[in-house]
């Protein structure tokens, strides 16, 4: 009786992990930039010149109590531009966002001073009006197929005259609860803000060390290990001298009073940039949303309910808007006509696109809204600081805007005849 020996197949050999070495990670990201993906480096560049001008012509620019205030200023209006993204991925605008922040304010305003509400109650009501302006706002562009220019510049008007409806005409209603005015009027203490300087540092690299393995383990492209390494060395560097100068003694007067520490504002910035972030790029719907934002036909025929993204996009900016109402109120510890008014939608519309989010829609990020708030805090305060008139800041930021949309409008053509677009 024979014997058959079974045959034993031979192991495949393994699969390499395809990764990238420095030099061709480099080579890519250049060839990206060649090929018009700007990206927010135009803004992040004009932010740097403009910080080092400003500091040469006058150094108390770049004093502690002067860094705190760039944040205080410019937080409202960053937080609109953040909500303004979602609408102009899609290729839509919103020109009532700065009068929406307005009536939120001013509801919020109405109910905690008139109507004696506890702060909880005030801010829920605050919000819901949000949501509902954007409710409305989106079905009449999604259903009723009226463009959004024309919709929001109609809001725009109205919402002036609702504004002073609810105060009584003229009035300034003042903020007084503790809750609310600590927004934006009191700090984190020192240790807390180092605390969560600590926090943000870890948590951004455990979720790039993450990342990377993850693609390893799938067998995908991932970035050479030292420059993630390096991204993460950099946020670190970024956190730890922001937090160090936020901590510094900003009081004039040290006998009388101390003011130390991070705005409360800024980890409230800090949590939403990471929310909407993480919505945007990690889930299905802010998937969705490009897909819109890039063909919107296209979109509808691979299944995507097109009629809703663009309602979810007006009530997603609007509750920013209404956010942004909030931290205004905070600020001046009141609400009057002019809250949200004035150049508040200017100013968020240019952070939005100046930071790098395109007006032609499919291309943005919410950290775009936070580049180009910190490029118009710093254009407003520089100017204060060497004493132009509204007139010039008011130029220079319209010049800046108008860089942003040249460079935006470029950068889609470069696309277009290199095929990266």
Not at 34 to 60: K, N, Q, S, Y
Not at 132 to 155: E, R, Y
Not at 265 to 281: A, D, K, R, S
Request: with cysteine; glycine share 12%.
């Amino acid at each position: 009786m024979s014997t058959s020996t079974p045959t034993v197949a031979p192991r495949e050999a393994p699969t390499p992990v395809p990764t990238r070495t420095v030099a061709e990670h480099l080579q890519n990201y250049f060839g990206r930039l060649r090929g018009g993906d700007m990206g927010a480096l135009p803004a992040v560049f004009g932010l740097v010149a403009l910080c080092i001008t400003f500091t040469i012509a006058r150094p108390e620019f770049f004093s502690a109590i002067n860094f705190a205030n760039l944040f205080i200023q410019g937080a409202a209006v960053t937080l609109i531009a953040m909500g303004l993204v979602f609408v102009l991925l899609l290729g839509e605008i919103d020109l009532s966002a700065g009068y929406a922040s307005g009536v939120c304010a001013s509801v919020l305003a109405v109910l905690l001073t008139l109507h004696g509400w506890p702060w909880y109650g005030a801010l829920a009501a605050a919000l819901a009006a949000g949501a509902v302006i954007g409710l409305v706002l989106g079905v009449l562009v999604a259903k009723m197929g009226i463009p959004s220019f024309v919709v929001t510049l109609a809001a725009f008007l109205a919402f002036q005259g609702v504004v002073l409806l609810l105060i009584k005409g003229g009035t300034n209603v003042s903020v007084q609860d503790k809750v609310i005015v600590a927004i934006e009027n009191s700090n984190v203490p020192p240790a807390l803000g180092w605390l969560l300087a600590a926090i943000a540092v870890g948590g951004y690299a455990a979720v790039q060390l993450v990342r990377y393995r993850g693609r390893m383990a799938r067998g995908l492209v991932a970035d050479p290990f030292l420059v993630v390494l390096g991204r993460i060395a950099a946020v670190a560097v970024l956190v730890t001298v922001t937090t160090y100068i936020l901590n510094l003694e900003r009081s004039i007067n040290t006998l009388i009073s101390s003011t130390k520490g991070m705005p409360i504002v800024v980890p409230l910035i800090v949590v939403l940039l990471v929310v909407l972030t993480f919505v945007l790029q990690r889930t299905v719907y802010g998937r969705h949303i490009f897909a819109v934002g890039g063909n919107a036909e296209a979109a509808r025929r691979a299944g995507i309910n097109v009629d809703r993204i663009k309602i979810s996009v007006f009530v997603i900016c609007s509750l920013m808007a209404a956010v942004g109402g909030v931290v205004a109120a905070s600020r001046g510890q009141s609400v009057d006509p002019n809250t949200g008014g004035s150049n508040v939608l200017l100013y968020a519309v240019g952070a939005a696109v100046i930071g790098g989010t395109s007006l032609f829609g499919g291309k943005g990020r919410i950290l775009d809204a936070v580049i180009g708030g910190a490029v118009v805090a710093v254009i407003d305060n520089g100017m204060n600081l060497l004493g132009f008139n509204s007139g010039i800041k008011y130029m220079l930021t319209g010049l800046v805007l108008l860089g942003a949309a040249v460079v935006d409008a470029l950068s889609r053509r470069r696309s277009a005849a290199t095929g990266h677009g």
